[in-house]
């Protein structure tokens, strides 16, 4: 696999007009690179973890690929048919074969492809993304359990379609627009329809009346000062969640704050506060006085470091 990481959306405010852009579904899923070289499949994170045993169901090369590296979103669909990052959470951080083949036959997964990088040794990186996508439209993916998205050209049609369908929202490309590994780009804007975001856990809380139930999280921002508290998430956290986190930071105990800033003490009292490393991704209405609105807790994003944010 080569030494690439995903370009990256910037946040919109708004559809793109003109001819000049093109639209597609922002998939609720794990970015990752797929590469194929001597006959098998790599999976690559955005931070360049290989993810490849977790999805033994896309592993299958496409028809005739001999070398190419390809950038996508691995996505799953929830009890509404609607993809649904929560629903990968139960395959994302399995490992032991015989668990993983289960879950996948209970859990089948998607690979969305979207963009192509490399095809027989040549690099279209530099090449616009019309081009590089009219290449990924000749190759035959379906026997790979991979697909090529739709494209739009009509993004405000789209834009409602998704709100109305549920899904996450919209990325809006430009055309000419090369691709930029690692880099954030104007070029291709993200258009979320609610409000999710990705932040640190510092600490957690237990369930009243216990010492070792975790009932909720104490969640920050990275900034230019350290970790910013933004508030308590415990929407979402049921007792099959309270398991997996507390196994997943009870390593990561740590005497004192994380938070460059003030914990109220409602919300630091009978707190285990924790390293800074685990990325997990919140949905909200966004923020009030510094603090999230309504959180609900969505799952452990391990494709993630505190370094991305």
Known sequence: MPDLLPMLATPGTHVP???????????????????VAAG????TSRNGN???????ELQTPPSGVRDLV????????NERG??????LADRMHVRKAATVARLA???????MVFDLLRLDGEDLCPLPLHERRRRL??????????????????????HQATRAQGLEGIVSKRRDSVYRPGERSQHWLKLAHRHRGSYVIGGWRPQVGTSDRLAALLVGEPGPDGLLYRGRVGSGIGPKQSRALTELLAPLARGATPFADDVPREDATGTTWVEPVVVIDVDTHGLGYQ???QPSYQGVRTDLTPEDL
Not at 40 to 43: D, G, I, P, Y
Not at 105 to 111: C, H, K, L, Q
């Open 50 to 56: 290989r993810i490849t045993p977790a999805w033994p």
């Open 70 to 77: 390809v950038d996508g979103e691995i996505i799953a669909l």
């Open 40 to 43: 098998a499949v790599t999976l």
């Open 105 to 111: 036959a209970r859990i089948p997964a998607t690979y």
């Open 17 to 35: 007009p003109g001819e000049e852009w093109c639209h597609e579904v922002k998939w609720d899923g794990v970015r990752a690179l797929g590469a």
């Open 291 to 293: 603090r999230l609105r």
């Open 137 to 158: 439209g000749e190759l035959d993916l379906a026997a790979a359990g991979w697909q090529v998205p739709a494209e739009y050209d009509d993004g405000a049609m789209l």
């Open 82 to 87: 609607v993809p649904d990052f929560r629903v």
